[in-house]
């Protein structure tokens, strides 16, 4: 192969992989922008491809149709990143595993938790919406509720090995307790609702938490 045609080829291929990750990060803050603000149903994706500034067919080949856009903003808003990012691979779950008290695990859930509030409630809210009027997102709302009722049966597991769970209560229990908690619902009646700061409201989580799971705990 010709030197120069080499050399052409290496220099584009950054550039077209930029462009495509640009290209995809101005889908999504898009249909972030319109879904928050108009809904779901009322945003065509004719309306996002314009306010990304891309044709349509680009926003396709670089994201998706809605319900794929919809998830994509799902997963990153849970992931805190451009991309998603499994539950035991964030770096506030690692921290979690490794810290030695349960009330340590605790706060930084809380933490955690009023952190993520900001960038996923509204989608959250979004999706609740669009879940009503459409069968696909029905399903993904359906997955995402389960999947944390699993993170939380995990969390419950690693609380319980330190020995300060209430005995009474059993993992289930616990995790529905912090699931229902840490639910967008919750969060929107303090902070949107009430005027809480998020931190007051990571604040909030963990005391709840650690009065009602721990046998024993004092501030």
Known sequence: MDDDVKTRRTYHAPQRTEQAVSTRRAVLDAARELFTTRGYASTTVAAIADRAGVAVDT??????????????????????????????????????????????????YAAAIAAAGPRTAPIFLALRDA???????????????????????????????????????????????????NATEYYVLLVQQRGWSPERFGAHLADAWCRMLLTCYCR
């Open 59 to 108: 926003l396709y080949v670089a994201v998706g149709r809605k319900p794929t856009i919809l998830r994509e903003l799902v997963e990153t808003a849970l992931s805190g990143q451009n991309d998603a990012v499994p539950a035991e691979e964030r770096e506030y779950v690692r921290r979690i595993r490794a810290a030695p008290t349960a009330p340590e695990k605790i706060g930084i």
């Open 131 to 181: 879940a009503a009027r459409d069968p696909g997102c029905a399903e993904l709302q359906a997955e995402i509720t389960s999947r944390r009722a699993a993170n939380m049966r995990l969390f419950a597991a690693d609380l319980r090995v330190t020995g300060e769970l209430r005995s009474d209560l059993e993992d289930d229990a616990v995790a529905d307790i912090v699931w229902s908690m």
